[in-house]
């Protein structure tokens, strides 16, 4: 832990730290949650000493910054908030709830929880530009993740029982990956012609489930792994394996597990932080602070975390 970042004030102020997030999530200026009304608000006096909580002049109500973001109906401090949002994005390969439950001191079920919040900051807000329109080269790989199941000797195991993931990355660029339910080739083509550019030039191993939906792209090349041929000029699939190889550790050595239904979620962690790379010139404070700009708007509850089904 970075002894210089985490001395900030906002690490360490409640005070502080509602100011910060006010900062960002209110640049344009304080926006009224009930009404709508922008700069007519103040202090609410008298009545309470907490922090960044305002009275709308106009509708007379009384609203904080945290109203219809992540942080909504959460009694966890803001400046715990701006830590595991910190933590989260510098991890490379994640952190896990049973260290967030140590570091900030909060219940395990609260640390659960806020990871889930955090990770629903990470999803795109808004349309999703085409992955490749200025005709870059992208790649698209299948993966399967989950436990391994036990088997008798001398008998080969399928990944019938594992959820399987789609993922698109562009060289030099971002990624999106894609819990798929259904992994046939119409399911495989939906999702590619939604989110990749028709300009762009495909690069996939021999996997059928790619003929079709390769005919959609400027160019279409394969290599064939089987024959152990993993490179011919610009043709590879080299990127999206390195991109799978972080999600498998983060996912095996840090979070050991996960249900079908957060799945998801976890995806839009890894793809978060791979898109908003050092390479790209985004460091851990930049990283830190577009995921506090896309917790506005995604108000989750428990209820919704333990129960809804996730997917592409």
């Known amino acids: 832990m970075s002894k210089s970042i985490f001395s900030a004030p906002h690490f360490n102020d409640e005070a502080a730290a509602y100011a910060y997030v006010e900062a960002r999530l209110w640049a344009n ?81 609260s640390a659960w929880f806020m990871a889930h919040r955090i990770r629903e900051a990470f999803k795109p807000s808004g349309p999703i530009d085409p992955m490749g329109d200025d005709g870059e080269q992208i790649e698209a790989d299948e993966t399967y993740i989950g436990k391994k199941r036990d088997r008798p000797k001398n008998q080969w195991g399928g990944s019938g029982h594992k959820h399987r993931v789609l993922a698109l990355v562009e060289r030099g660029g971002p990624v999106r990956s894609f819990y798929m339910p259904s992994h046939l080739s119409v399911d495989v083509e939906d999702v590619m012609t939604r989110y990749a550019s028709p300009k762009a030039h495909l690069n996939t191993d021999e996997s059928p489930l790619y003929t079709r939906v390769g005919k959609h792209f400027a160019s279409h090349g394969t290599v064939c792994h089987s024959r152990e041929e993993y490179k011919r000029g610009e043709t590879y699939t080299n990127t999206i394996e390195g991109v799978f190889s972080i999600f498998k550790r983060g996912m095996i050595g840090t979070y050991q597990h996960c249900q079908e239904q957060h799945l998801q979620r976890y995806l839009a962690e890894f793809d978060f932080r791979y898109s908003h790379r050092v390479a790209l010139g985004i460091g851990d404070e930049g990283r830190a602070t577009l995921a506090l700009k896309g917790a506005a708007g995604k108000r989750l509850t428990y209820r919704t975390t333990s129960g809804n089904r996730c997917g592409a």
Request: glycine share 12%.
């Open 29 to 109: 200026g304080r926006v009224c949650p009930h009404c709508g009304v922008v700069g007519e608000s103040g202090k609410l006096q008298g009545k309470t000493n907490r922090p960044g909580l305002w009275k709308c002049y106009a509708c007379r109500k009384p609203f904080t910054v945290k109203i219809g973001t992540i942080f909504e109906d959460s009694h966890i401090a803001m400046r715990d908030w701006l830590t595991a949002i910190h933590l989260i994005c510098s991890s490379k390969k994640g952190i896990s709830a049973n260290q967030l439950h140590r570091t900030l001191g909060i219940t395990l079920k």
